[in-house]
């Protein structure tokens, strides 16, 4: 697969974001998604998961069912997302009315020496739509904001993107920066 | 011992969400305790052994407050074959990195939740309480 004419991680994530009408909790996976997610748009909403990898998707539920009037958005690598694959069973489970997991895929394990991840040549559109069902799971460029209000959710977005050629910007936050500001967006 | 509570909790208007892995449940509770709300995890021992990488990397790194209630498997009262490498296992690794509390399964205090919460949100971690057959 040529991915040369992809966007950028940063430009998937802000494509995305741009799908809502308000901004939606946003809970990054460690590495890249969390460094692109806060070039893309920072926000207090963000959550930066600097921790465990794969996890994302996981603590987006909690966020889920802690905010169930607000909508959350997982956002996780390909790689991180293979680690953490029955978190998607799960939340599918859950009925999750207010959660959708972005999975930006690049092929590669972007802070580990850009080595190939395992999953490189799954269909992830494919496996959404076993998990969420044939409405529950599109590619992001078949989205527009009309469309994404009518999806239920829980529900799937397939980002297909470019090997970053810049280097991964610094996170620049403590766990500790992250929680609090985090803590202040969800009381609000 | 955690079959007949995780019924009531089904049952239950506690919001209640079975993860078909141990690990996505830290993530689940490191997400509800992000948001300032408080989330019990029910798990056996074995499986808190699987998620020992998301306790310490999330739930310790963030300095998150929720209640870990486990079933200590493969204690004296408990000798099940299959069970003692789950035992010496969380003794081995469990303890020497979180505080547990042990109590008897068949004797818990009423208040024991509730003071796990003070407890986890004065030390800013998770409290683990295991729960043991005895005797």
Request: net charge neutral; charged share 20%.
């Amino acid at each position: 697969m040529s991915r040369a004419n992809l966007p950028s991680q940063k430009e998937a994530i802000a494509s995305a974001l741009a799908l809502y009408d308000t901004r939606p909790f946003t809970v990054a996976d460690i590495g890249s998604q969390s460094a692109w997610l806060k070039a893309a748009s920072h926000d207090a909403r963000n959550l930066y998961v600097s921790g465990p990898m794969g996890l994302a998707s996981s603590v987006a539920l909690g966020v889920a069912a802690s905010r169930p009037n607000d909508q959350v958005l997982a956002v996780c690598g390909d790689g991180a997302l293979a680690m953490n694959l029955s978190s998607l069973v799960t939340l599918q489970g859950a009925r999750t009315a207010n959660l959708a997991v972005l999975v930006v895929a690049n092929g590669i394990y972007e802070y580990t020496g850009s080595l190939p991840v395992p999953t490189r040549d799954l269909d992830w559109l494919l496996l959404g739509r076993g998990i969420f069902g044939a409405e529950g799971c599109f590619r992001l460029e078949d989205l527009t904001p009309e469309k994404w209000k009518t999806v239920k959710r829980p529900a799937m977005i397939v980002a297909d993107i470019a090997p970053s050629t810049e280097k991964t910007p610094a996170l620049g936050m403590t766990p500790m920066q992250i929680r609090a500001a985090f803590l202040d967006a969800a009381k609000a | 011992m955690l079959a007949e509570t995780i019924r009531l909790c089904a049952a239950s208007d506690i919001p209640y969400i079975p993860c078909a892995r141990e690990e996505e449940c830290i993530g689940v509770a490191c997400g509800a305790a992000m948001c300032g709300e408080r989330a019990v995890v029910l798990v056996q021992n074995a499986g808190l052994l699987n998620s020992l990488g998301a306790f310490a990397t999330m739930a310790l790194r963030y300095q998150l407050p929720f209640v870990v209630l486990t079933t200590n498997r493969g204690v004296l009262a408990d000798p099940n074959s299959y069970d003692i490498e789950k035992f010496m296992a969380f003794e081995a690794s469990v303890k020497p990195l979180t505080p547990v509390f042990s109590y008897p399964a068949s004797n818990l205090p009423a208040d024991l939740v509730l003071a796990a919460f003070k407890w986890a949100e004065a030390a800013r971690r998770p409290a683990v309480i295991a729960l043991e057959k005895s005797l």
